[in-house]
């Protein structure tokens, strides 16, 4: 079973002139057997440091994996609360029920690991029915290479687009780069800046990530 804990500093948020805000996440796979798996993931967002909720994100899933683990098809549900500024002091909740599709394969190339995941989201927003692609784009680089094949210290990086079906077609881009320690066989520690630019404004994140697999 793998865990991550995401704490996400952030800067910038939209409908706040200088706020310190993060991101709390926990994301789950558990083996049914040699190719079912179970995805669960639990998101929690606040525009400041920890009580002016931003989003709460409940995902979970039911996944196949083939191909030596290589590939992954999963279908998905998703319920997410948002509460929105719609100026300095008022914000509006919103509630939507999303269904998903995906399909991530896994790359090798010499010591460089790529991962790309392609997610289709049917979206309920309320009353309104949506459309959405994304294209998930990861790099893993070492950065020691010893004869003992330990390599601690490595690179991560990713780059995901959001496309609609309708106008305005852009919905927004996440671009992340950071620097990650492998504590061990299990505990993973990474920290990185990720830029989330939408169609009119952007977000600066310091993300400080742990990985458990146990």
Avoid: C
Avoid at 13 to 26: A, E, K, P, R, T
Avoid at 82 to 99: F, L, P, Q
Avoid at 130 to 139: M, N, Q
């Amino acid at each position: 079973m793998a865990l991550i804990f995401i704490f996400m500093p952030s800067f910038h948020m939209l409908g706040q002139d200088s706020n310190f805000g993060n991101w709390l996440v926990y994301i789950g796979n558990k083996k049914l057997n040699k190719g079912w798996n179970i995805h669960n993931e639990v998101q929690y967002r606040n525009y400041n440091a920890i009580d002016d909720l931003e989003q709460l994100l409940l995902r979970t899933g039911l996944g196949y994996s083939f191909n030596n683990n290589k590939s992954d098809i999963l279908l998905g549900y998703g319920y997410i609360l948002s509460e929105n500024y719609i100026d300095e002091n008022d914000k509006v909740t919103v509630n939507e029920h999303r269904i998903f599709q995906q399909f991530i394969s896994k790359q090798e190339i010499g010591p460089v690991k790529l991962n790309h995941r392609y997610r289709f989201e049917q979206r309920f927003v309320e009353s309104d029915f949506r459309l959405r692609f994304r294209y998930f784009l990861g790099l893993n680089l070492p950065l020691q290479y010893k004869d003992s094949g330990k390599n601690p210290l490595y690179i991560s990086a990713y780059n995901e687009i959001f496309l609609n079906t309708k106008s305005s077609v852009f919905d927004r881009n996440r671009l992340y780069g950071g620097l990650g320690y492998k504590v061990s066989d299990a505990v993973k520690i990474e920290i990185g800046y990720m830029n989330q630019f939408f169609e009119t404004s952007g977000r600066d994140q310091l993300n400080i990530i742990t990985f458990v697999n146990f």
